[in-house]
């Protein structure tokens, strides 16, 4: 049904929504999948699909830390610089791991992942720089916005590695799909079935859609198509 990424994007874009891939992994056996409700886009038109490149993110006590055991502590902001740098066409950010204190991502930082061509972010905490994130239109899901920064409170630890979020692993590569209902991760393993199911399922939806407008009770439109 597709030849690429980008095809495949495309049609999510354009034919789906999450709960509908939901759907075809609940039938696949993955049925813990979503994130936490409290995810959200920043603006309710906001779709994000793309490979996940994901972020470890630790709380710290100062900025720059000079007698310590871990060079990572003395560079304001750890790593973050790196992974932001390290996304690819297609990418998108997402970050766990740091206590909901402080904002994970911002205005400079999508302007930066715009150049590289990025999908999206998603964060396990904060964002801010909400007007300039609107007006920039880059997908950011979080679980609020927040001023407070980053700086003397967290770094990023290390990047493009498995994690998981409330129990959901995330590895490199996974499909990351998200929309106003919820954020779904797709594994690597299972994309294939998962996507194929979903874009059966809605163009199987529109014949239901189409006789129940006829007049077509639910009964008889579940034993005839197998879809509500």
């Not at 075809?24 to 409290?38: R, S, V, W």
């Not at 740091?98 to 964060?123: H, P």
């Not at 209902?181 to 809605?202: M, N, Q, R, T």
């Not at 859609?209 to 509500?228: H, P, W």
């Amino acid at each position: 049904m597709w030849k690429s990424d980008a095809e495949l994007f495309k049609i999510a874009k354009s034919e789906l929504f999450t709960a509908l891939v939901g759907d075809i992994l609940d039938k696949l056996g993955y049925q813990h999948q979503f994130l936490e409700q409290k995810i959200k886009p920043l603006t309710k038109d906001m779709i994000v699909i793309g490979r996940a490149m994901p972020v470890l993110e630790a709380d710290v006590f100062e900025e720059v830390v000079e007698n310590t055991n871990n060079p990572i502590m003395k560079k304001p902001f750890g790593l973050m610089f790196e992974a932001l740098d390290s996304l690819k066409e297609n990418d998108v950010y997402i970050c766990t791991g740091s206590s909901f204190s402080y904002a994970l991502w911002g205005g400079l930082m999508s302007t930066r992942a715009i150049k590289l061509k990025a999908a999206g972010a998603v964060l396990h905490g904060f964002s801010r720089d909400t007007n300039e994130i609107e007006k920039l239109n880059f997908p950011t899901f979080s679980a609020g916005t927040y001023a407070q920064d980053q700086g003397p409170r967290g770094k990023v630890i290390d990047y493009n590695i498995p994690i998981e979020i409330n129990g959901i692993k995330i590895n490199p590569g996974d499909i990351i799909y998200g929309d106003r209902d919820g954020v779904l991760i797709v594994p690597k393993e299972i994309e294939k079935e998962a996507f194929e199911g979903a874009i059966e399922k809605s163009r199987g939806e529109q014949l239901v859609k189409k006789a129940l407008e006829n007049g077509m009770s639910t009964v008889d439109a579940f034993d005839k198509f197998g879809i509500m």
